[in-house]
C-alpha cells in the first residue's frame, strides 16, 4: 500500500513540475531574448540595460543611461523608441475604456504610458503596454509595469 502511494504521488510530483519547470524556462528564453534585441536596437552601440521589464510576452522597457528604451514586437509589427528621459516634461499613465452594453459598464481597453515632451513644438507620445485585440484581450501585469514605470521615470525626472 505505501508502495503504491509512493509511485502516484513521485508520478503526480512530476505531472505538475515537469510543465511547470518547461514554461518557466520558456519565459526566461523569451525574457533573455527580448533584451537582447532591447540590448541592440542600434547597431552602432550596443546598449546597457540597467533596469528592465517585461510584458505581455512581446514587450520590454528598460533604462540605459539617460534613455528609456522600449521594444514590442506585436502582430508581425516591431515598435522600437529610444527617449532621452531628460527631454521630458512627465510621464502619466492613461487608461482607456470602451462601453460595454449599459451605459455604466466600462471595460478597460487600452493602456499606455504616456510622455510630455519639455519642447512644446513636439507632440506627445506614448507607449503601449496593453491593448484589446483579437489575441490580447484580457489585461495581465501591464497596468502595474506602467504604473511603476511612470513613478520610477517621474521620481528621475525630479533628480
Known sequence: MDLANTIIGVALFFAIAVPIYYINNASKKKRIILQ?????????KPMKISDYDTF???????????????????NNQVVSKVINWKEIARFSVVKEFTKMGKQSDK???????????????????????????ETNFMIGEELRIATKWEEKLNQMLKS
Open 36 to 44: 537582447n534585441k532591447l540590448a541592440n536596437l542600434f547597431t552602432s
Open 56 to 74: 505581455g510576452g512581446d514587450s520590454i522597457i528598460g533604462i540605459h543611461e539617460n534613455e528609456v528604451c522600449f521594444y514590442q514586437e506585436r
Open 107 to 133: 471595460k478597460l481597453s487600452r493602456v499606455v504610458l504616456s510622455f510630455d515632451f519639455k519642447d512644446k513644438s513636439k507632440d506627445s507620445d506614448v507607449i503601449l503596454f496593453f491593448q484589446v485585440d
